[in-house]
Structures are given as structure tokens and as C-alpha cells.
Nanobody
Framework: QVQLVESGGGLIQAGESLRLSCAAS????????MGWFRQFPGKERESVAVIRGGDIRYYVESVKGRFTISRDNAKNTVSLQMNRLKPEDTADYYC???????????????WGRGTQVTVSS
């Protein structure tokens, strides 16, 4: 059984940076995808960044050039470096792991409980 725990969320000023981390208990295959989702109030949860086997990365258009996803398979962690944050980035962020990535859609097998990110203007 895999459990994911996020950390690093909080209140940040627009233009500043924040790094989210996710620690996985239980084994995640090195070739299995991991990623980050976010959910705005009243909106459907959306994929923000995904990293696949071979360190192939995918980002939602709105964060390209600002966010970077990375993973450390030895430590069983995945991180999201968020630079030049905007108030529009304010959301609950969720770590995800396992499952399948198909046709530019990620279907995780495991979810974290989420961490809040609030960007002030």
C-alpha cells in the first residue's frame, strides 16, 4: 500500500518561489509516472505536471517556464519547484503517483491529501 504526504505549501507573495515535496511510503516503480495536480474552488482537479520514466516531463500550459517537476527514485520523492508565482496559482495541490499516463492524460493510482498554496497579490 502506497501513501503520499505533501509538504511545503503555504502563503507566498506573487513573484516569489515555493517548493512542494511529496514523500511516498511504499514502493513506486521507477518507470511509473508521478505528478502534481491542483484544484481551484468550484473547479475540477487538473494535472499540473507529470514526470514519467526516463524523466520525461509534461506541464499544463499555464505553468510552463515557471514550474519544474523532479523526482528522486532513491528517496521515493517527487517535488514541484514553483517560480514566479501568480495569484492565479492559488489552489490546493495534490501529489499523485502510479497509475497510467495515456494520450496526455494521467490517471494516478495513489493520491496525497493535498497542501494549500496561497499566492498574495
Amino acid at each position: 500500500q502506497v501513501q503520499l504526504v505533501e509538504s511545503g505549501g503555504g502563503l507566498i507573495q506573487a513573484g516569489e518561489s515555493l517548493r512542494l515535496s511529496c514523500a511516498a511510503s511504499g514502493r513506486i516503480f521507477r518507470t511509473s509516472p508521478m505528478g502534481w495536480f491542483r484544484q481551484f474552488p468550484g473547479k475540477e482537479r487538473e494535472s499540473v505536471a507529470v514526470i514519467r520514466g526516463g524523466d520525461i516531463r509534461y506541464y499544463v500550459e499555464s505553468v510552463k517556464g515557471r514550474f519544474t517537476i523532479s523526482r528522486d527514485n532513491a528517496k521515493n520523492t517527487v517535488s514541484l519547484q514553483m517560480n514566479r508565482l501568480k495569484p492565479e496559482d492559488t489552489a490546493d495541490y495534490y501529489c499523485a503517483a502510479g497509475g497510467d499516463y495515456d494520450t496526455s492524460r494521467y490517471f494516478p493510482a495513489y493520491w496525497g491529501r493535498g497542501t494549500q498554496v496561497t499566492v498574495s497579490s
